[in-house]
Every structure is written in C-alpha cells, then in structure tokens.
C-alpha cells in the first residue's frame, strides 16, 4: 500500500482516491477494495551509435531502450520484427529510425538529411494504424522525429479523410500512413501506386493486437494482397509490427503477415510507480434494486442466507461516482466503458454524482464529456482537442481510446468493469501515466464471473502470461471475398498457387466463383474479376457481410426544436448490430440524446434506420435466443470418456424481444416486447463436448431431487433431469464466461446451446439438413428437434455446443477445442470456489448477461461434477444398473 | 437481320420494366430482335405490356404456362424467324425449348427421350427463366438446380446445348462440365439478367448454330424517358403525367413548358430538349466551342485501341492503330508466346516512337483503361520508354465528349461500338464482343498450342479503331450549340460512366 497522500498537480494514489471519496458505505477497510501498488522500473538503455550510423546516432537525442536496439538489430539483418512492449516505450521510434535509416541507405536523402532526389523510388513504407484518430497523431510523432533528426522526410496520411492532391502523395511521399479499410479499397487502382509499391521495403503495421477475431481475419487478407501487389511492382517489404503484451506475439503476427517474424518482447522502458485499485461496489442498499433471483431459500444445500444474496452495486453506476470524483479533482481521468451506450449514461450519472453531493468540496460543474466511434468524426475531433488543451478534465469513453492517440497527458484511468483481457486490462490502465510519472488505474468489477474472478484473484492480473490473439485464415467466407478483390487487382495465376492460398483451396474457390459468374478464366490462363463493381467494398473490416445500415433522421422532425444538426453524423452499424440494437421501438442513446428506432429499410442496396429523437426515461435491451442446427463434426477427440468435437453447423439466433429498462435504476420496466425481427441463420465453426452414457446417468441419479435450486419451478420442467442439464447449463456458460482467460475473444464473439439431445443437432445419415427448410422460424426449429427425438431409437449423447458468433467462423471455436482442458479447468475452479454460494449460482460463476433463457436452469454442484469427470477427477459412477429410469428424455436445450 | 445462323433474342427481364410501355417500344427499335424472353418470376402483366408492343415476334414467357403445357418450344430459321414449333421439325435452324420452372425439366426431359418432341439437330437453346446459379462461401461450393436434368437433356440433343438462366447476370457464360451416367456431358449456360446483382438491364444475346452466345447489355434506363440527361424515374413519371411519354414527345415540347416541372431549372430542361432531338435524329450536338483534341499541324489523331486478356491485365496482346491520314490500319499481336508481354509492347512502342511521335494518340476511354495499362505495362517490362511514352499527346474522346459533358451522343450507352452504331457506322460485323475476345485469349494462354482465329480478332480490334474515327468525325462535323454552361463537368454525373466499359 502507498504511504503518499498527495493530490497535487492534478494526481491521486490509491489510498487518497479511498479515503477522499464522499460515501459512507465504502471505506477502506470494508474489504471491498484493494490497493496493488507497483514499483517504478528503471529504464535499459543501449546508446543510440552501438545500434545506428553515426550520422543518425548523432542527431537522435536519446539513449536507445534495449527492445529498440534489438529490434533495429533484427531488422538491419534482414528479419521481421514484432515489437512487443508497454505502452509508450517508444515502439514508433523502431519503425520510424529503421525508414530514416533505409532512405539515407538508399541514398534518397543526402548524409546531411536533405533530399538528394526529388523522386523517392528507391525505398518506401506503408505504415498501417487501426484508426484514423491515430494515424493522425502518428503522422505528427513521425514529422517531430525526422525533424529532430534534421532529415527531410515526406510522411503523409493518406485515408478516407485525406483532401487536397492525392496524387500527389501517391507520387511523392516516402511514407504513407493509412488503415487497413482505406488499404483494403486502394489496393484496386495499384496501378497508381506503381511508383510506391515497387520501392516499398517496409510495412509497419501498428497497434497489431487489435486485429484478432473478424477483423484479424481481414487484415490478414489484406496484407496478402497487398504482398501480391508489391510483388507485382518488385517492391519486397520488411514487417515491423508493434503489439501490446500478447501472450502470442510470434505467431499471432506470422499469421497476419504469412511470414516467419522475430519477436521483440523483453521491455526496456522505465515506468513510474502505479497504483492499481480493485474497487468492488458495496452492496446495493435496500430498495435500490430488486434481486433478480433469490428464490434460493429452501434448499437443503442453501447457506447462510444473508451472505448468499449480496448484489452489488452495478459497476455502471458506481464507476461514474469514481470518476467524477477524480476529475472533481483535476485528476485528467479516462473512463473506459464497455459500450457506447454506457459513455453516454456514464456522464449523465456523473453529473447526477456531482448534483448530490454538494458538499463534498467538489469544484464547479463537470468537465466530462463522452467519446466513442459511433458519434461523429467532428465530434470527436473537437472532443480529443478539448481533452487536450485541458478544457475537459474527464472523456467516457469505448475502446476508441484504448489505442494510443494523443490526447495528452492522463493521471488515472477508471474502468467500468473488467475490459476481458489482461492485455486489454493493462493496455487501459497503461494510458495514464506517460514519461514515467506516477499514475492511477481503478478498477471498479461488476458483478459477472470475470469481474469477481480478477477481483478476489488480484495476482491473475499480475501473471506474465497475457492472452493469445486469434487470427485464422481458415475462414471460407471471407477467404472468398479477398480472393474477389485479388482476382480483381491482379489476375490470379498459377504464381499464386500455394503463395495466396493452398492450391486445392484456391482452385475450389476460383470454381465457385467462375460457376456463379463473378470471375472469369482459369488459374493456368489467368483469373479475372467480371462481375459488380469493386468487390473491395464486400470487406467488412468489423463484420462479414456486405451492407452497414445506415442512420438517418426520420422524415418531418423538427431538427430546430431538439436542437439537432441537419446532418446526424452517426456511422453507419453492420447488419447484426442493426438486428440487435436497432429493431423497432429501440431506444438508443447518442451524444446525449435519445433516439428512437421508427422504420428499419432493410429492402434496398443501402438499408437504413430512421431515427427519431424521443426523450424517455427508459432505454431497451435486446433478447435472444439461438438454436443449433445440422452441426457436422470435423474432427474429434476423446478425453476421459468424453468426446469434443470441432466441426460446423448453423446457428438460429433470434433477437425475438425487447425490454424496457429504467435509465435511473437499470431495472427492466416492460419485458418481452416482441421486436417482430425473423431469426437469422449464421453458417459458423464450432465445438461441442458430448458427456458419455456412464456419466451422465450416474449424475442424472445423483441430481434427480434437484428441482427449484437451479432456479426454475419444477413443476415446469421434466424433474428427473432438471438437476443435470442445468449443470450442463451452468458449464456451457462458466466454459464460455472463461474462454477470455485464454484467448483473446470477446465474449460477445462466442455462444453457447446445452441439451440433451446432442444428436438430434447433427448432420447424419437418415436426418434432412434444417437450415434450409426450418431457417425461418425458431418454433419450426424446435419443433423439428422435437420430431427427431420422438423418432430416436437409442439414446442420444448430451452435452453442450460452443460456437462462433461470426458467419462463417473467426478460429475461436477451434482454439477452445485445442485447449479444451485448460478450459474446463478455469472453469470448474470459477463455479467451485465462488463467494456467492448459491445453488444455481452469481453473475460472478454461472449467469451469463446474453442468455436466451433468463439464466434457468443452472446448477453449479452438478456443473463441477461434469467437469471433474472430463478432467478424470470424477468418481468412478456406480455399475449401470439402473437402465430404464432415463425413460423418454424432453427435448430440452438451453443457450 | 444478320446471318443465316444467327438468332437474336431481346431480354426483357420483369424486374427492369418499370410501369410505362414505352421503353419497352424504344427498345425494341433499337435492337430489332427475332424474339423477346422475358426471365424472372411469372408476371403476366409485364408479358402482356411487351407482347403488346411487338405483337409480330414472339414472346417468350413461360411462367405462364399457356394451354396448360410447362414446356414450349420455338424454331428458329432465317427465313421464318421466330415461330412456335409443336411439330417436328425440319432440319437445320435452332432449336428454343423454354421450361416453366426448374421443376419442369424432368416433363421436357421425358419428351425429349421418347421422341415426343424432336429438335432440328443443329443448337437447342433451353431458356429455365429463373434458373440460378447459388453458392456457398462457407464450402466454397456451387448449386446448380436442375443439374442432373439438364445433363440428361444434354446427352439426349445431338447438336450443341445452351442453357440461357434467367436468374444469371446478362454476360455470364460458363462452360458447365455434368456428369452423366459416367460420362461428361458439357453445357454453356448463359444469363439473361434477371437478377438484382449490378442493377436492372436489358440484354441482346446473338445466339449461332455452333451454340456461342454473345451479350450486349444496356441499362434499363437508357430507354425511354430516363435515357435522356436529366431525366431520372421521378421526372419521367412527370413527364408522363403531362402526356410526354416518348423522347419524341420532349423533342415536341417547348423548353419554356420543361422548365415548370418541378425540379427542373434552365440549364437541365435545355440539354434535356436538345439530347431528345439527338437521340431522335441521330445527329450529334456539341456544345462548347472547344475542339475535343489537340493535334500538330491539323494532322488527324491516331485512333488507338488496345486488348487485354481480362480487367486485370496480365498481358496486352493486341495493339490497333489506325491512320485516317493515309487509311491504313496497323496492328500488333502477340501470337506465340502470351507469357512474353514485353515482346508485342516493344514492336508497338517502337514503332509509335519511330514513326509517328509527332502524332496525337486518341482512344475512347484511354484515360479509363488503355493509357494506365499501356503505362503500367512499360514500368514493368520497358521502364526504358516510359518517359518517351509520356511525352506523347494522348487524348481521350470519351473523356471530352461523354465525362465532361461536351457532347450529346445518340448512343444509347457509352461503349464505343453503341455510339458509333447510333452514329451511322457500319461495322464489320465480325460476331465478337470485347468479353469474348479476352476469354479467347485466355483459353490460348492457358494452351498456347491451340490456335485461334487471328483475322477475325484483328478485324475486331481494326473496327473499334476505324469506329473511333468515325465518332470523332461525326463530333468534329457536328451542329454546335453554346447551352448555357457547357465547360467540364456540366453533364457529368448524368452519363452512365464507366459501368460500360468491359475492356
């Protein structure tokens, strides 16, 4: 714990922030929070002539870290580096002195810096960055670093917001900075960039962590075609990539790039001393909310009731109060929210927070704004520049900021809830506390398994080993639509053969696409692109499917009256958004107003979403619920008795209804408001694990008594297997709640389907495929599960599916398959050792915020004893005598 | 029209009529085709709407299943045309079967083989009007419906088989290879548009007796009211209102009565006025008084055109030039070795640098696709040349004319061939299409050691070059008005653009 108490110049340790802060509930010995304090690290440092020329060495002013000079090292060899360190340790400066370096090697700059050519075509780089917003702020780190060095280097931006001549820059720039979508689109005309591309000798992509999943699946696309088109002009790039701490840097940015990189990762940047508060909310006080299940009393296994039933305070509304505390302050505070949505109620709670407090010595009224992608570019712009100049002391923000802009110095970070991931984790924390100085970073959990596991469990977040990023090209569906894009940039050949993609897999897909009439010849004659208009515009960076939604005003709104600009400036959201938040009758909150959903035009090329401005003391939330159809198993494996299956199948998920939920309590008002949406069928890969016989009827026996403990009134389920299948219930999501532990996965990337009826989910001989028939409707769906086990003649498996929740699959799925067992082990530990101790379980262990059946049934005893089992730590079930007491099961699946 | 083994058949898919009959009337003018299919999903309104307008071909529209048959057949022979055929026939001619729906080819099939129906033996055009192709990116894996019924009709006919799809894009052609009883039985297939992918078009497909089918599309909105500058569905359904149904009907109207339509100022009711006068006479309208290239010593332009083996060179293969000052036509082939770009791209450099660097290069379309590929092909094989390339003048008539709006052109899109056609020229007919020479091309890169028809590749590639000159003449020979701003861009926006260049 620190023994500073200081909160001057705008900072604030830990014990100050407990000890200032205006409540009574909440104090520093309730044991509600804990303080980590880490140490200040010294810098390593090389200096700068052991690594570069002298004439360079000379003019940078600086030691070189050890990671630097390593990494200039490796890169001097010949080698790609990934670059892998804490924020702000100078991984610009890696690529930035390597293209100073390869222009005065390349003799376009004279030795004293200035240009010896007008005419750059010997050595270009391509810097790719994730956002625009950090383009921007890196085009100004790269200019400050050149000039410093007196070198006389043309560093351009060149994106969607670029004006003036770009012609221009394509002609004459000795760096271009852009990002993977704008890439994506230039790739077409590369004809342009002949003079660019057939100097470029490095790519440097930036910030390459965030491309994991769906996105990291594109950029891989992207980086392929981009190395055919370099290829086409002779140029031959070098990678650098810089990444945050990944717990798979090698091979995560060797599947990026498709070549073999060197990893850079032992860090040798000094840091200042941070605080870490885990601040978990008191418990709500009486009345503030009701329980949402507390109909645990009766059972013979219930605890101490007092402490089975604590709710907390949601982080939502606590972690506003620490932030408008700390920037009541003048702490320069970051407030990370999981949502765009939650910015926006972020600031109004904190303001709520300062007007109640009135004599907590709190200056004059906030300085706090919220920043997130789905406002407008303006706005934002204007947002990062009031930050900056010190006009908002405080942003709410999403993820946006997570990257490194610049947007200043930053004292404290709050986070509203656990981001997810270690790595996410630290890079939020590691935004404060720039040039070494000393920093803040809280914590405030809410009440879901990942939460309560990282706050009970503070050295997890101190382990060295952070989460793998998944990228996987094995994708079919977006593979399909770069190689459109290939055909239609360069013809595709035998040459790519192999090189673009494995032959066979090239040949079907050059197939499918000359059959259907979107590609013209063969791979020996050449392959060309013939059919609509730029296929460039069918990637989909943060989606797979081909048109965003866009959001306008409905038509006869009186924009004077509510104070709204003519033009909304909203970005347009992907389809699956549009189905999930923009349904009918869906309020939705942006830059703080309050829009309703009034028409949703999905039937023309651009569909949109009429909005009206409402002002409501309610906002919605969507429900769904899923179904699994026609799953076919690709591969298997066998563990303990149990089977895990990879394979692929369709997903039904059906975003049915709504609820209405109370702005000042978060509590759901109205519920069930049906959003008159049909299901969606979503082709993906998936695992499932299917229980052997032996197992699941000796815990069918063992649980049988079970009835209102997992939550549901038995009289409304089928009693003998109501205790087991709600622990399998209960394992799908602690497997799913944990899968962020190892991977690098949203949780919202991943879903889940328990049964009992494993088989009657499968492709197989005798079983007409669903999808197609039933596709349309989840009561059809159902149905037809419900036929097929009537028909059954031996006993099906059960167990429970794990899918990914992308058409067409990101290589989650998969990754969960590989390491099932460790899995399973965070699992079982997370459902065993739970505080909350209640039968069914917490949102800390079991309950899962996007399940389709209200978080009934589920059991933790019986969870536990399913995992001990696929672990072999199950006791060995009795002999099988008692066949026959299964009798007929229901056909019963929970997501 | 055409030759003896030609049909010509008009596509008028459902979904790109809107409700008005004249574009179907303005169409029908302009293609003159032996008969019209009208793909898509059964719509007897729309049927009714065309056979009205052309009540001496027919139309074929089986979705509607007239006297209770899923199947109906036509014959084709230059001198009757078009006819329903429900006897046997004689030989020679093709053959048209048209099906209701995919469920109906098992009953064509089945008449096939027990000689209920007989086909003249020579090419049989089987038309399945909402026949798609579907596929699956997740298996990367294709659906044809009807598969294994159309490869058994396929080994019943002698004569080569086409399938026309209704459901695939108008220009698709694919060469399917079925399997049959263990053999192969080869089908091309070819669409006819009626598909919402690329928006609505009408298509002119030139069938021959070797069973080859080539495509010309045009957009739906280039007939009728909506073909003129300024003219979109809106206006038109004005237009109509006021009894204005025809381009013709705008030519009669006074601008002064154009102007009072809403939205319609000055300057968009003038070029409206006067491209309707265009379109009706034939007669193209220049308006500025620039002249659309420059040229040394008044010496005509070159006409210049260029083919590629696809929209993603790998190769150009062909050079045409033609010199109206002394009529005389050069071209440049590679015939050998397509793996070798550099060798043609060096005959022709060479020999443009040596005997006519003093000369303006003109193209149609150049700035869009031959002067970037030309240049694109230099820096990679000939850097040598690049500046002395350069320093060429090098002038795009399509540019001048069509993107920057100096110019009204009868045409009814902007492909060189239309224009000139609409221009009075006569081409040389050689039965080719730019997609089709590309694709012969690429059959010969894939297998070098077939030959292909080098003369009439040449002759093609000599009409585009000589059509250019023509259009160029018809411009620089033509009436001139000032309409009020005339300068660059006034019409852009309005044209079809680049959406009709496929090389």
């Known amino acids: ?895 | 029209m055409g030759d003896s083994s030609r049909l010509t058949l008009l596509s008028v898919p459902s979904s790109a009529l809107g409700g008005a009959p004249e574009p179907v009337r303005d169409t029908l003018e302009y293609f003159e085709p032996e008969a019209v299919v009208v793909p898509g999903p059964r719509d007897p309104q729309v049927a009714a709407t065309v056979r009205s307008q052309c009540p001496e071909i027919p139309v074929v529209h089986p979705q509607l299943s007239r006297g209770g048959s899923p199947v109906e057949c036509y014959r084709y022979t230059p001198e009757t045309g078009v006819e329903r055929a429900d006897t046997a026939p004689s030989a020679g001619g093709l053959d048209v079967l048209a099906v209701q729906q995919v469920g109906a080819l098992p009953e064509l099939r089945r008449q096939l083989e027990r000689g209920e129906r007989e086909t003249g033996g020579t090419a049989t055009l089987v038309v399945v009007p909402e026949l798609s192709v579907e596929w699956d990116t997740t298996t990367l894996s294709t659906t044809l419906p009807g598969r294994d019924e159309l490869a058994r009709i396929g080994a019943v006919l002698s004569g080569p088989v086409t399938v026309l799809a209704g459901g695939q894009p108008a220009g698709y052609s694919h060469e399917w290879s079925l399997s049959h009883e263990g053999s192969s039985v080869s089908l091309r297939m070819a669409g006819l548009g009626a598909t919402t992918q690329g928006g609505a078009t009408f298509a002119q497909l030139t069938c021959t007796a070797a069973g080859t089918v080539a495509a010309e599309t045009v957009d739906a909105d280039q007939f009728g009211l909506t073909s003129l500058t300024g003219v979109g569905p809106a206006t038109a359904a004005r237009l109509r209102e006021r009894g204005c149904a025809t381009t013709a009907d705008v030519r009669d109207t006074a601008v002064g009565d154009l102007v009072t339509l809403p939205g319609v100022g000055r300057t968009t009711a003038e070029r409206m006025h006067a491209h309707a006068d265009v379109i009706e006479t034939g007669e193209p309208l220049v308006l500025t008084n620039r002249e659309p290239v420059k040229t040394r010593e008044n010496r005509p332009p070159l006409c210049l055109d260029i083919e590629t083996d696809g929209l993603a060179p790998t190769i150009i293969w062909q050079f045409g030039v033609y010199d109206p000052a002394v009529d005389r036509y050069e071209a440049f082939l590679e015939t050998e070795s397509p793996d070798d770009p550099a060798a043609v791209l060096e005959r022709f450099i060479t020999w443009l640098l040596a005997e006519h660097s003093d000369r303006t290069v003109l193209t149609w379309n150049g700035n869009g696709f031959d002067y970037p590929v030309i240049e694109q092909f230099l820096r990679g094989y000939l850097p040598g040349y690049l500046d002395a390339w350069e320093g060429l003048w090098t002038e795009d008539l399509y540019e001048w004319a069509v993107r920057d709006g100096n110019a009204l052109l009868p045409g009814r899109t902007n492909k060189l061939d239309h224009v000139a056609r609409a221009l009075g020229y006569e081409d040389a007919d050689t039965g080719l299409t730019g997609a089709q020479t590309a694709a012969a091309y690429r059959e010969f890169i894939r297998q070098p050691e077939t030959s292909l028809d080098w003369d009439r590749h040449r002759a093609y590639c000599r009409d585009d070059c000589v059509a250019l000159w023509h259009v160029y003449e018809a411009i620089t020979g033509a009436r001139r008005r000032d309409v009020t701003d005339s300068g660059r861009g006034g019409a852009r926006g309005q044209q079809t653009g680049l959406t009709d260049f496929q090389s």
């Open chain 1, 1 to 895: 714990m620190s023994d500073h108490s200081d909160t001057t110049n705008g900072r604030l340790d830990g014990q100050t922030l407990v000890e200032t802060f205006p409540r009574t509930s909440l104090t520093a010995d309730s044991g509600s929070v804990e303080t980590v304090s880490l140490p200040a690290e010294p810098a390593e440092q090389v200096p700068a002539d052991a690594v570069l020329r002298p004439g360079l060495a000379a003019s940078y002013p600086y030691d070189l870290f050890s990671h630097q000079a390593t990494a200039l090292d490796a890169l001097e060899a010949g080698e790609n580096v990934a670059v892998a360190t804490s924020t702000s340790s100078g991984k610009t400066h890696v690529y930035g002195l390597q293209i100073a370096r390869a222009l005065l090697d390349a003799g376009v700059l004279t030795p004293d810096g200035s240009r010896a050519t007008e005419r750059n075509e010997a050595a270009t780089a391509l810097c790719v960055y994730p956002t625009k917003a950090l383009t921007n702020d890196q085009q100004t780190a790269l200019e400050t670093l050149y000039d410093r060095l007196g070198l006389d280097i043309r560093v351009r931006v060149y994106d969607g917001d670029t004006t003036g001549d770009r012609r221009a820059i394509r002609e004459e720039a000795d760096v271009i900075l852009t990002n993977f979508a704008g890439l994506n689109v230039y790739l077409e005309h590369h004809d342009r960039w002949s003079r660019f591309y057939s100097a470029l000798d490095l790519v440097a992509v930036d910030e390459s962590h965030s491309y994991t999943g769906i996105q990291g699946m594109h950029v891989a696309w992207i980086l392929r075609r981009m190395r055919r088109v370099a290829d086409y002009w002779g140029g031959d790039p070098q990678y650098v990539l810089t990444s945050a701490t990944i717990g798979n840097p090698g091979e995560h940015s060797a599947t990026l790039v498709d070549e073999p990189v060197t990893v850079v990762d032992e860090d040798g940047s000094p840091s200042g001393r941070r605080d870490i508060v885990l601040w978990n909310p008191p418990p709500q006080s009486q009345g503030e909310t009701e329980t949402a299940t507390d109909d645990a009393n009766g059972s013979s296994d219930s605890p101490d009731d007092s402490e089975s039933v604590v709710e907390r305070v949601p982080a939502s509304v606590e972690a506003p109060r620490v932030f408008d505390h700390l920037t009541a302050h003048e702490v320069r505070t970051l407030l990370f929210c999981p949502s765009r949505k939650l910015t926006e109620l972020a600031v109004r709670r904190a303001a709520e927070h300062r007007r109640s407090n009135p004599r907590a010595g709190y200056g004059r009224s906030p300085e706090h704004e919220a920043y997130n992608a789905g406002l407008g570019r303006r706005t934002r712009h204007s947002r990062e520049h009031q930050f900056k100049t010190g006009a908002l002391t405080g942003l709410a923000t999403t993820s946006a900021l997570e990257l490194g802009i610049d947007i200043g110095g930053l004292d404290a970070t709050v986070l509203m809830g656990y981001p997810g991931q270690r790595q996410s984790f630290w890079q939020r924390v590691g935004r404060a506390g720039r040039e070494g100085h000393d920093s803040l970073g809280v914590l405030v959990a809410d009440h879901r398994t990942l939460d309560q596991y990282v706050v009970t469990n503070p050295d997890y977040l101190l382990e060295t080993d952070v989460e793998d990023a998944v990228v996987d090209t094995s994708n079919n569906s977006v593979f399909a639509t770069h190689l459109l894009c290939a055909a239609d940039e360069i013809a595709v050949d035998e040459s790519d053969l192999g090189v673009l993609a494995e032959e066979d897999r090239l040949r079907t897909a050059v197939g499918m696409w000359r059959e259907a009439g979107f590609v013209d010849g063969y791979v020996e004659g050449g392959v060309h692109y013939c059919g609509p208009r730029r296929p460039q515009t069918r990637v989909n960076l943060y989606g797979n499917s081909e048109t965003d939604y866009e959001l306008r005003l409905a038509d006869g709104v009186d924009t004077g009256r509510w104070g709204l600009p003519d033009d909304l400036d909203l970005e347009p959201v992907t389809p699956n958004r549009a189905f999930r938040d923009y349904h009918e009758g869906a309020v939705r909150l942006k830059n703080g107003q309050q829009f309703e959903v009034v028409t949703v035009d999905d039937d023309r090329p651009q569909p949109g979403i009429e909005l009206e401005p409402v002002d409501r003391d309610y906002y919605t939330r969507t429900r769904k619920s899923i179904n699994v159809l026609d799953a076919t198993s690709e591969t298997e494996r066998t563990v303990n008795g149990f089977t895990l299956h990879f394979g692929h199948g369709t997903v039904l998920v059906d975003h049915h209804s709504y609820d209405k939920v109370s702005v000042q309590t978060n509590e759901p008002r109205e519920q069930l408001l049906p959003t008159e949406n049909p299901p969606i069928p979503m082709e993906t890969q998936m695992c499932w694990v299917e229980v052997p016989d032996r197992v699941e009827t000796a815990l069918v026996r063992k649980y049988r008594e079970y009835g209102v403990e997992t939550g549901v009134d038995p009289d409304d389920a089928d009693p003998p297997h109501l205790g087991y299948v709600a622990g399998l219930h209960a394992a799908e999501h602690a497997t799913i709640g944990t899968a962020p532990l190892e991977l690098r996965v949203d949780k919202d990337d991943l879903g889940g389907l328990a049964t009992l009826v494993l088989d009657t989910h499968y492709t197989r001989e005798g079983y007409e495929p669903l999808a197609g028939s039933v596709g349309e409707s989840m009561e059809a769906a159902t149905r037809a599960l419900e036929r097929r086990t009537a028909r059954l003649d031996e006993q099906p498996s059960s167990g429970w599916f794990i899918y990914d929740g992308v058409e067409g699959g990101l290589g989650f799925a998969r990754a969960l398959y590989e390491n099932f067992e460790a899995l399973a082990e965070r699992a079982r530990e997370r459902l065993r050792h739970c505080g909350c101790d209640r039968p069914n379980g917490c949102p800390a262990c079991t309950f899962d915020e996007n399940c389709g059946n209200n978080n009934q049934p589920l059991l933790r005893a019986s969870a536990v004893d399913v995992l001990d089992h696929l672990l072999g730590d199950g006791d060995t079930p009795a002999a099988a005598d008692e066949t026959g007491t299964d009798g007929n099961r229901p056909t019963i699946f929970y997501s």
